[in-house]
């Protein structure tokens, strides 16, 4: 099964492979890139909003829009706009052009208060945990992590410890495969603490520098899949001294309010470390990261840009803020 | 998962004291909470400014019905405008013309594409069609093994798309395999994609010209924010979409991407799942919905749920022993058993009317693990003891809390419980959707619910109530009949039921006095 699936991925990979444009990718290319279609009619918008008009409610009620239309959300938008109505009214601004230069720094301060370090693998394994709710990207995330650490050399294993989902270890394997990392499984395992087990030890043997596990893809309000999470968690702690040294919640970027009620739950369950924003590559902005950053103090380490191997990129607050409010 | 929105909307109606009219005036500030509350739902901002546009057509100038007030009113309009926008009547799949039928399923990444697919595949095999399902997700890794899995598991075959590598190929062959097999229902599940990714967008389009799908159907997560109105329009654009499939409702999110998406595409939203296993996909209720989006709570689906998980006729056994006052701790653990069948208490109390503060009391973990403890409590006793509690000496009941590993003071908890649902059950009266609904809770064990809905005064419900009204009542307060609702009703001053417990009479009687006094005040 996992042979067929395997080829019948590496007859397709070139494919899409070939669609790729051939543009640099930095961080804001690959947004605007995705922005493309929007884009005219958003800018339209903008500059309606931003271009030299007088700051009067109808300014002001297009920009709120602007804010909610990117899932910034009610309590950080209402807070935002107070905020700059202040400012406005203190530096005697005018122009509604310079609003959107003091709602940037706004909302790359809020971000900027939980700087994202270099994440340090030092450890020998440096354990780190995938949680999120089903269908984010966490499997993908993993693939694309594995092929970053490999590339500045350190040694990875990956642990397949999605035991529920169809064909979930087989998705991992080939993701294995890509980016050339040992993947941890356990045939018909249906118990994710054992695959877990198994892995911390594999990583031990191997002397591998990172351990990534995959988790299934469990909602937040699910109070036996919750403790399953804390399970896991318990056993890398037990297994390996300091871990698990990273807990990344990967976000969906077209998620709306309810993802700062995942944050939560993870936080308080699993005790999350770090997030990761996926499918940012869509029209979605992904605006309710900043109200979860914000609130919980998270850092943001990583965007997912694509569903290729390097379509990850480290976070730049500067950046994403420039293209929420694209 | 409506439900905080709906407490939003509750306590924007408690603002409006005008009376006789609604007035531009005095809903200016319950438009606005409920904008707010539709915007923290998730419903894209510019959906929500035409729903509150429509709902202040409606309900500007006009006359308050009798018996309401400005805010039942608003409640009213704010229900028939949901429903009507959530779309109306139930709609089924079009298997019109000849077979064999396609479907197929389009969507975002990660939407549960595949995993509906499945699902709707059990559904269909299920009413007598033979469906085929068809891989045409070559990209993502393992997707066409998922799909097979998937596909045995609810026991449907799927298209063995071996060696070949284009969607257009392999649904073409499908085709041709479905006609010479006898299978009447291709179900297409694709590689999921952005929709502003022309390539695939064109490639969808492609699919579509060939076979054209009866059914395209638009999976959509109920996760999703203010993005939902750009993919969901511009799939819809390119196909021509024509139902919709609302993934991850067994989440706490409020959903409002229902709304953003219907109204974006007019497509009737079909379906909906509420979880990972394949058996967990439903039919899309506008009314149901939209109750539960104003807090009436999905009474319909939990009555429906009840209904097929519960042991009907253990349940039946165990009510008439209730009612005949035979009910030991047996039985207790029985129905303690059939509670635990029900699932996660979490989603079940979602679904009732007037729960969403008592939910946010409840520590439902600690209760679904209390089941458990109960019952091996009860393991523990001799045959004896469960036949006839009132034997359960402190001294037995130290051994018994040695054997199950709990403390006495846990037992006398159970036991206390115990006795609470034998009293609970004399109040599960009358039939009708209400009465029923009570029963059925009795029946499954889940008085104490039952009791937090309608909470110390469980009034007997007389023929004739307009139960529909009387729900809307129990959802402005909480949950709770006041008075002024029995009155509105017609409905008699609390009273003990027929049998009920001859010790609690007293008490009611002077809650029933209580009541009448505060009336009585009122009219004056
Ligand atoms: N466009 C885009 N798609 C992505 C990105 N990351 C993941 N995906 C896609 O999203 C879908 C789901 O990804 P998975 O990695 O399987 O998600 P998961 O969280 O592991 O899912 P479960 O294990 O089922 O909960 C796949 O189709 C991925 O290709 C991204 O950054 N951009
Ligand atoms: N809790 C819950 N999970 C669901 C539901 N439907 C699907 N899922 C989960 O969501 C994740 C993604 O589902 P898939 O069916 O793989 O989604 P897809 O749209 O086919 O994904 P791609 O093919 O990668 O675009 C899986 O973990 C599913 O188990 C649902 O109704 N409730
Ligand atoms: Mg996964
Ligand atoms: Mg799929």
């Given amino acids: ?326 | 998962m409506f439900d905080a929105l709906s407490q939003k909307i509750q306590d924007a109606f408690r603002s409006i004291t005008g009376k006789g009219k609604i007035s531009e005036d005095n809903i200016q500030d319950a438009l606005k909470e409920i904008r707010i509350a539709l915007l923290e739902a998730d419903v894209n901002f510019k959906v929500v400014k035409d729903f509150i546009a429509r709902v202040k057509e409606a309900a500007v100038g006009q006359e308050i019905t009798k018996g309401l007030n400005a805010a039942q009113q608003l409640v009213k309009i704010v229900n028939d405008q949901l429903v009507d926008m959530l779309g109306g009547e139930f709609q089924e799949l079009n298997f019109s013309g000849n077979p064999p039928h396609v479907i197929m399923m389009v969507g975002l990444q990660g939407a549960g594409k595949t995993t509906s697919c499945g699902k709707l595949a059990r559904i269909l095999a299920a009413e007598g069609r033979h469906p085929l399902l068809v891989p045409c997700d070559v990209y993502r890794p393992a997707a066409i093994l998922q799909l097979e899995t998937v596909g045995s598991q609810v026991g449907v075959p799927v298209f063995d798309a071996k060696g070949i590598n284009s969607p257009v190929l392999i649904v073409k062959q499908a085709l041709k395999e479905a006609r010479n097999t006898g299978r009447d229902t291709l179900i297409i599940d694709t590689a999921g994609r952005l929709h502003i990714d022309d390539a695939l967008m064109n490639e969808l389009k492609e699919l579509k010209a060939l076979v054209s799908p009866k059914e395209i159907l638009f999976v959509a997560d109920a996760m999703t924010g203010q993005d939902a109105v750009q993919s969901a329009g511009a799939f819809h654009e390119s196909l021509a979409l024509t139902g919709l499939v609302l993934t991850k409702m067994d989440g706490d999110a409020r959903g409002g991407a229902a709304l953003s998406v219907k109204s974006v595409t007019g497509c009737p939203i079909k379906f909906v799942g509420t979880g990972e296993k394949l058996d967990q996909f439903e039919r899309f209720f506008p009314d149901r919905m939209a109750s539960r989006i104003l807090g009436m709570g999905d009474v319909l689906s939990l009555v429906e749920r009840v209904q097929e998980k519960v042991d009907q006729e253990e349940a039946l056994k165990l009510q008439q022993k209730m009612l005949k006052n035979q009910f030991t701790l047996d039985d207790f653990s029985k129905s303690l058993e059939q509670i635990g069948k029900l699932g996660d208490l979490n989603s079940l109390m979602g679904m009732m009317p007037g729960m969403s503060k008592v939910k946010q009391k409840i520590d439902v973990n600690k209760e679904t693990s209390q089941l458990k403890w109960m019952r091996a409590m009860i393991s523990s006793m001799t045959p004896d003891e469960r036949d006839n509690h009132a034997i359960l000496t402190s001294k037995r009941k130290q051994r018994i809390a040695k054997g199950s590993g709990r403390s006495v003071e846990e037992i006398n908890q159970m036991l206390k419980q115990f006795m609470q649902m034998k009293q609970m059950m004399s109040l599960m009266t009358k039939p009708g959707k209400l009465g029923k609904l009570r029963q059925l809770f009795g029946r499954a064990g889940l008085g104490d619910f039952a009791k937090s809905m309608f909470p110390g005064n469980s009034p007997k419900l007389p023929e004739g109530v307009d139960e529909a009204r009387l729900m809307e009542l129990l959802q402005q307060n909480d949950g709770k009949l006041t008075p002024e609702a029995m009155r509105e009703l017609g409905m008699a001053g609390p009273t003990a039921s027929a049998d009920g417990n001859r010790k609690a009479r007293p008490k009611k009687d002077r809650k029933k006095q209580k009541a009448k006094r505060k009336q009585g005040r009122r009219k004056r």
Avoid at chain 1, 16 to 41: A, H, I, N, V, Y
Avoid at chain 1, 45 to 52: A, D, I, N, P, Y
Avoid at chain 1, 89 to 108: F, N, T, V
Avoid at chain 1, 197 to 223: C, I, W, Y
């Fill in chain 1, 1 to 326: 099964m996992f042979e067929k699936a395997k080829s019948l991925f590496r007859r397709k990979e070139g494919e899409r492979e070939s669609e790729t444009t051939q543009q640099p990718k930095t961080f804001f290319t690959q947004l605007k890139q995705g922005l493309r279609k929007t884009r005219d009619q958003l800018s339209q918008r903008l500059q309606s909003v931003m271009g030299g008009r007088a700051i009067d409610d109808e300014v002001l009620e297009e920009l709120e829009e602007l804010l909610i239309g990117a899932d910034l959300g009610v309590a950080t938008t209402m807070q935002l706009m107070e905020q700059i109505r202040v400012q406005a009214k203190k530096a005697k601004i005018q122009d509604g052009g310079s609003l959107r230069e003091i709602l940037h720094d706004q909302i790359s301060a809020i971000l900027k208060q939980n700087p994202q370090m270099p994440w340090e693998v030092d450890q020998h394994p440096a354990v780190i945990l995938i949680a999120g709710v089903n269908g984010v990207g966490k499997t993908t995330t993993i693939g694309k992590l594995a092929h970053r650490f490999t590339s500045s050399g350190k040694k990875v294993v990956l642990c397949a410890a999605d035991t529920f989902r169809a064909a979930a270890t087989e998705q991992l394997e080939i993701w294995a495969e890509r980016a050339g990392v040992i993947v941890v499984t356990k045939d018909d395992s249906k118990d994710p603490a054992s695959v877990v087990f198994d892995a911390m030890q594999r990583a031990k043997s191997e002397q591998a520098d990172v351990v990534l596990v995959d988790t299934a893809g469990r909602l937040h309000n699910n109070p036996n899949l919750m403790n399953e999470l804390a399970k896991i968690r318990r056993v890398t702690e037990r297994e390996v001294a300091g871990a698990p040294h990273h807990v990344v919640l990967i976000i969906d970027a077209v998620t709306g309010q309810n993802g700062l009620h995942q944050a939560k739950q993870f936080v308080d369950k699993i005790g999350v470390s770090d997030l990761i924003i996926t499918k940012l590559d869509g029209t979605a902005k992904g605006g309710v990261a900043v109200a979860i950053s914000n609130e919980l103090q998270l850092p943001i380490q990583f965007i997912g840009v694509g569903e290729k191997i390097d379509d990850l990129i480290p976070f730049n607050a500067d950046e994403f803020v420039d293209a929420l409010l694209d």
